[in-house]
């Protein structure tokens, strides 16, 4: 079957770095989304990965292994509204986004 | 109004009521999507409509009806549902559906309760 391994919930300090871990095991892969879902809103697009390697975009950052089925997305200079659930998805061989459960992140003073 | 809308945002309903949910893109996009949204669980894809046809029906049960009539706007109907189904019912469009993996812009979702 097709998977997605994310933690369930992280805690960080404002001002800290965070990496939020995917792993996947997919029928084919034709890329990696992450999104971010503040409580209560729509889903937002952060990043896309389709070529192994760092995206860096601003104070988010993505990175791609597809010999190890394995994402991150790197947070710097956390802020309290970072403070959301970050769900990763990959595209399969039929261009069918298969959703991990999100990691929900939790930002402390 | 921009990006994609939904209407209601909560909506309470027995289980033998009939309700539908509206989406609205004004994106100009090709695809639309259903999604169910439970707590901790992943993004379960209901219904994907692309040009109008639909294109996917992942085994969802037939108390869900769903409904394109442009490529603008999507509803899904309701009707005799269970408690189980409570979750938020999330929309989304994208520029296509087949070829290139395009980014998938949410509505806000509609958060529904089934007593």
């Known amino acids: 079957g097709q998977n997605i391994d994310q933690p369930t919930e992280m805690t960080a300090t404002e001002g800290a770095i965070v990496q939020i871990n995917c792993t996947y095991q997919?029928?084919?892969?034709?890329?990696l989304f992450w999104y971010q879902q503040h409580a209560g809103e729509a889903p937002t697009f952060l990043s896309y990965?389709?070529l192994d390697g760092l995206e860096e975009k601003g104070r988010f950052s993505s990175f791609l292994s597809r010999s190890k089925g394995y994402s991150y997305l790197l947070l710097k200079e956390l802020q309290m509204k970072d403070s959301a659930s970050y769900l990763c998805?990959?595209?399969?061989?039929?261009?069918?986004?298969?959703w991990g459960a999100g990691t929900k992140l939790i930002i402390k003073p | 109004e921009t990006g994609v809308t939904q209407t209601p945002r909560h909506l309470v309903m027995g289980m033998t009521n009939k309700k539908s949910l509206k989406c609205e893109q004004h994106l100009g996009h090709n695809a639309m999507y259903w999604y169910k949204q439970s707590a901790k669980k992943p993004l379960e894809l209901m219904f994907v409509y692309s040009l109008e046809e639909r294109v996917e029906n992942n085994s969802v049960p037939s108390r869900f009806s769903p409904e394109c009539p442009n490529s603008s706007h999507l509803f899904l109907h309701l009707h005799t549902l269970q408690p189980e189904d409570s979750a938020l019912y999330l929309c989304?469009?994208?520029?296509?559906?087949?070829?290139?993996?395009?980014?998938?812009?949410f509505g806000p979702g509609t958060r529904l309760t089934v007593t």
């Open positions: 989304a469009s994208s520029q296509e559906w087949t070829g290139a993996p395009y980014e998938q812009y």
């Open positions: 997919t029928s084919g892969f034709n890329g």
């Open positions: 990965n389709v």
């Open positions: 998805a990959v595209v399969d061989s039929n261009y069918q986004l298969i």
